[in-house]
């Protein structure tokens, strides 16, 4: 643990999230917001924790108050990888493929509209097992749960066409806002280009209103001083999407992102595509 290499002393509190309760339904089905961080939300504003380890995708675009996220770590692979058997997807018009996301949902539709794409829950470990004991064909996770479990023993062909979703890869490490002990320390464990790339991302979903019921995807690369920003919304079915793409200095990156959504909500099929994702939210009211 990188705390532990530079001093401090650490003591790992193990919480248990909604979103590990409930394996059945799609995660965008449950309603909440924060499936993945809000018992743990919890645990740093009741002083039983410190700090919160997230996979910084599945934290909430707004964090709850009196929190922040402190640092963010230099990000592995943002791609995602299709998980197969023994045939690949384009050699098979019946292909069944599982996934819990309906970004991936919707890009995999896209590409292969004949395909049946069926839900799975669980953490890795438990996703993988459910995918070998299945008659499925193949299923989609981020690249990067392969590597850092050490999970060689699966076929698996990184998607370089899949856009991600908005910080993909990166860790974020969310404390107390006026914790300022805990925040000098994360400060000197914050990826400066990675936190840059990930929170312009961030800041495209925000401006969309978007989450996990929409499959709003975002990728930034800082290469030199020159920021690449690529973004998407599609339909719900992968049938229709709007993409956006720019390039500008990497000290403007509090820009990139609500630039680029407004040229999404400023485009008559982009506009269209996410009123249709509101209404398709639970609890969503005319």
């Keep these: 643990m990188q705390l532990q290499q530079v001093g401090n002393e650490c003591r790992l509190v193990s919480i248990t ?13 449950l309603g909440v917001q924060g499936v993945f961080t809000k018992e743990l939300d919890t645990a740093l504003l009741k002083n039983e924790a410190d700090m919160a380890v997230h996979s910084l995708k599945d934290v909430p675009i707004v964090p709850a108050a009196g929190l922040s996220i402190a640092a963010v770590l230099k990000r592995a692979s943002w791609k995602d990888v299709l998980l197969y058997k023994s045939t690949l997807p384009e ?48 299923m989609l996770m981020a690249e990067v749960a392969l590597h850092r479990l050490d999970l060689s023993y699966v076929q ?59 499959p709003i995807s975002a990728l930034v690369e800082i290469t030199n001083d020159t920021l690449h920003f690529r973004g998407a919304v ?30 999404i909500l400023n485009t008559e099929n982009g506009s269209a595509i996410l009123k249709e994702i509101l209404q398709n939210r639970p609890g969503f009211q005319v």
């Design 91 to 138: 050699n098979k018009n019946n292909f069944t493929l599982a996934t819990s996301s309906i970004r991936r949902k919707a890009q995999w539709l896209q590409r292969y509209p004949s395909h049946t794409l069926v839900n799975v829950r669980g953490n890795i470990g438990t996703r993988i097992t459910k995918f070998l004991e299945s008659d499925w064909d193949g």
């Design 17 to 29: 999230s909604t979103g590990d309760v409930d394996l059945v339904k799609p995660i965008y089905e």
């Design 234 to 263: 599609h339909s719900m079915d992968g049938s229709r999407d709007e993409r956006v793409e720019s390039e500008q200095h990497m000290d403007d990156w509090q820009l990139t992102g609500s630039e680029a959504a407004h040229k």
């Design 156 to 214: 698996a062909i990184p998607l370089d066409w899949m856009l991600p979703a908005p910080a993909q890869g990166a860790i974020g490490i969310v404390c107390r806002e006026n914790d300022k002990h805990a925040k000098q320390i994360l400060k000197n464990l914050n990826h400066e280009t990675t936190y840059r790339e990930v929170m312009a991302e961030r800041q495209f979903l925000y401006a969309l209103k978007g989450g996990c019921s929409a």
